[in-house]
């Protein structure tokens, strides 16, 4: 079965600091690896996949279905706007077409 996968490009200077505040925060709970410049958070729904750059944080969602895609969109989408609440980036996912 193939996976379901979506990406959100975020232009934002921030996106090292954005995408460690992801990994530490759900290190606790949920299987996390990352790096200065890439990270793999695995969550029952899927897996988010990160990578920073100088000003563009990346995001690559992948789950079993568009379902769960959604699920695990809208968790990372809703914990990246709290860390970045003084100066909240658009996060647009986008999916590839068929």
Known sequence: M?????EARIATPMAQRFM?????????????SYSAAAGSIEFPVGTCRLEAAPDLLVLRAEASDATLLGQLETVVARHLARFAFRDPPEIAWRRPIA
């Open 2 to 6: 193939s996976a379901t996968v979506s």
């Open 20 to 32: 460690m505040q992801l990994c530490k925060h759900f290190e606790h709970r949920l299987a996390v």
